[in-house]
């Protein structure tokens, strides 16, 4: 079974710019959330999707930041504008129906705003 | 408001030595409680996890947890560690909420292994 698929790995950008990373979770997974984990700290909760629709984004920027998940597979995660304080790893998880407490996590992408 | 602390940010032990990574959550019902490791430029991997039943449970690569209710804690054990275990651990707490199945996590722990 493949795992939580995430490009780019890595991304380096100037402030002000934009960028977008990609996720496609596990097949069947119908729930999918994106973290954002900055240097030295745990990951926190930016989006979850269930199936298209957006279940939680409180902790959101929604200024700058945005997700989408059309069809209910892969997703997309904007930020634009970037600032400095967006460097971090962004993770992408996937949990499906039957243990949907287990989140499973993609090997991230590291982005570098300069 | 749900809260992870894992009080040591780094610990370093000798290969073969035994392990303890503290965790204390905070969090009004019952909670799901997770162990996940990161090495370099990877993502997390599910270590073991606590939903209910026994409190001792057992996870891969030889790690066991315990949950203790009294103590709000969640302590990750290993009995003899390998170079290989050398990474970041991070505790997390997991609760339901308007139908969201929420991640917290803590600050995480590194460990690093001397032969």
């Known amino acids: 079974e493949a795992g939580v698929a995430q490009s780019p790995r890595y991304k380096i950008i100037e402030k002000r710019q934009s960028v977008a990373f990609w996720c496609n979770p596990i097949?069947?997974?119908?729930?999918l959330y994106w973290y954002q984990q900055i240097l030295g700290q745990g990951p926190k909760l930016l989006i979850q999707?269930?199936?298209?629709?957006?279940?939680?984004d409180s902790q959101l920027p929604k200024d700058r930041f945005s997700a989408e998940r059309l069809k209910g597979v892969d997703s997309t995660l904007k930020i634009q504008p970037a600032k400095l304080e967006d460097s971090a790893v962004y993770l992408c998880?996937?949990?499906?129906?039957?243990?949907?407490?287990?989140?499973?996590f993609g090997a991230g992408t590291r982005l570098s705003v300069l | 408001a749900q809260s992870v602390t894992q009080p040591d940010i780094h610990i370093t032990v000798s290969e073969g030595a035994s392990l303890e990574l503290r965790c204390n959550y905070s969090?009004?019902?019952?909670?799901?409680l997770f162990w996940y490791v990161q090495s370099p430029g990877q993502g997390l991997q599910l270590l073991l996890k606590?939903?209910?039943?026994?409190?001792l449970v057992q996870g891969i690569k030889g790690f066991e947890a315990e949950f203790k209710r009294s103590q709000s804690s969640f302590n990750l054990r290993k009995p003899s560690v390998h170079w290989s275990d050398a990474a970041e651990y991070f505790c997390?707490?997991?609760?339901?909420?308007?139908?969201?199945?929420?991640?917290?996590f803590g600050t995480g722990t590194r460990l690093t292994v001397i032969p």
């Open positions: 998880a996937s949990s499906g129906q039957i243990a949907k407490n287990i989140q499973y």
């Open positions: 097949s069947g997974h119908a729930t």
């Open positions: 999707f269930q199936n298209n629709g957006v279940v939680d």
């Open positions: 969090y009004g019902a019952t909670p799901y």
């Open positions: 606590y939903f209910s039943g026994d409190t």
């Open positions: 997390a707490v997991g609760t339901t909420q308007t139908g969201a199945n929420n991640l917290f």
